[in-house]
């Protein structure tokens, strides 16, 4: 039985946690592997489902007191974490160190040894701590594009480096892996394309909750939700920069300019969600884009509403316009390279160009033609997502 850790930053929502908690439940029970968990931030909003599919260890101290921000730790009121952090910083100040590079020196000595293949599951902070590691196997996955990661690294004399840490480099799209082969002054062999696992059974039964059961029916809300005389966009996401969720005010501006009848709902939090419900605002759109906040599931509202619009600057690997696409929805994707991996142009949704005019020129087309938007439904239909596949290709990776 080959013995595997997994180590993740946080465990909150997101796409990296999600696909994760995802692939964790399709390696549940294989006797072939002893699977445990490390997050380094033990706090977050998926941490339940993540005991409920795996071994997810307990808390380390250490690792929870540098990775946490000090605003978080406050709020929880973890002093005793934010004495070790003061410990650590002083230590390495003595040390000529960085209060993070002494702390996982520390924290990996805990770990080394004991595991057969420990893979970092996300970029950044994760990744380093696992460089810290000694292990017989070590695997870096990749959530994010390569120039970000280069930014996250220091320059890409310091990404070589991390990543020569490591056996195998995962990307979670073929764009990625592209990048990171050309990129990277490593074997391109070494890096790998595994593509996100996604439990459509588990999708469509979520996604057929009553709403009723998550808003009242006496909110506006509601009321738009199931209003059946507009088309109903729907994003979602973290309110991060990435995401672009400002394109998505300027478009339903334009729409609403040439008299359209729409709404567009936007699902998720962030730091921008302010930002985002001020412009809204400021534009005269709340009858037409509304916030919903924090999902623990976001898939009834999904199914409620007629195409998912996806306006990003970069996604690794966009789940969720694949999430919509087994709800059936045709997705609205600007180009970004791996789009194209997942949405399939004027078949199972459209491509536009990163601007709010193309995204709303693609809008408008679908809500005048209903023939061209049955025929993208149609083929959304017949969409099928391939975990066997990805699931035999993680395990001969693990070790298997």
């Known amino acids: 039985m080959k013995r595997v850790l997994f180590v993740i930053q946080s465990i909150g929502f997101g796409g990296s946690m999600t696909s994760l908690i995802n692939l964790l439940g399709f390696l549940k029970g294989d006797q072939n592997f002893s699977i445990d968990v490390l997050i380094m931030d033990k706090y977050g909003e998926l941490l339940e489902q993540a005991e409920e599919v795996a071994n997810v260890l307990p808390e380390n101290r250490i690792l929870q007191a540098v990775s946490a921000t000090r605003g978080k730790l406050k709020r929880y009121r973890r002093y005793d974490l934010i004495a070790i952090r003061c410990y650590f910083a002083v230590k390495a100040r003595v040390a000529g160190k960085t209060t993070e590079n002494l702390a996982f020196d520390y924290a990996a000595k805990s770990i080394s040894g004991k595991y057969d293949c420990v893979i970092a599951y996300q970029e950044s902070i994760a990744t380093k701590f696992v460089s810290y590691v000694q292990a017989k196997r070590k695997i870096a996955w990749v959530h994010n594009d390569f120039e970000n990661v280069c930014h996250l690294c220091g320059g890409l004399d310091a990404m070589n480096q991390l990543y020569s840490s490591f056996d195998k480099i995962v ?38 909750m009553p709403v009723e059961e998550m808003i009242s029916k006496d909110s506006v809300l509601y009321q738009k939700l199931l209003q059946h005389d507009v088309m109903k966009f729907v994003s979602s996401g973290r309110f991060v920069k990435q995401k672009r969720f400002d394109r998505v005010v300027h478009a339903s501006k334009l729409l609403k300019l040439h008299g359209e009848k729409f709404v567009w709902f936007i699902l998720g939090d962030g730091q921008l969600y302010d930002e985002i419900a001020k412009m809204i605002s400021d534009e005269g759109l709340e009858e037409y884009v509304y916030l919903t906040g924090s999902l623990k599931n976001p898939f009834p509202f999904i199914n409620c509403c007629d195409v998912f619009v996806l306006t990003s600057d970069f996604e690794a690997h966009p789940m969720v316009a694949n999430e919509a696409l087994i709800l059936n929805k045709p997705v609205i994707s600007t180009s970004f390279e791996s789009a194209k991996e997942v949405v399939l142009d004027k078949k199972n949704g459209l491509i536009c160009d990163m601007n709010p005019e193309s995204i709303a020129d693609a809008c408008a087309k679908l809500i005048w033609d209903k023939n061209f938007l049955s025929k993208l439904q149609s083929e959304a239909s017949q969409f099928q997502y391939e975990n066997d596949t990805i699931i035999n290709k993680v395990k001969i990776l693990m070790g298997e």
Not at 172 to 188: E, I
Request: hydrophobic residues 30%; positive net charge; charged residues 20%.
């Open 171 to 208: 990307c979670v799209s073929k764009a990625g892996q592209r990048n990171f082969r050309s990129g990277l002054n490593l074997d391109p062999n070494n890096i790998e394309c595994i593509y996100n696992t996604l439990n459509q059974n588990v999708i469509r039964e979520k996604a057929i």
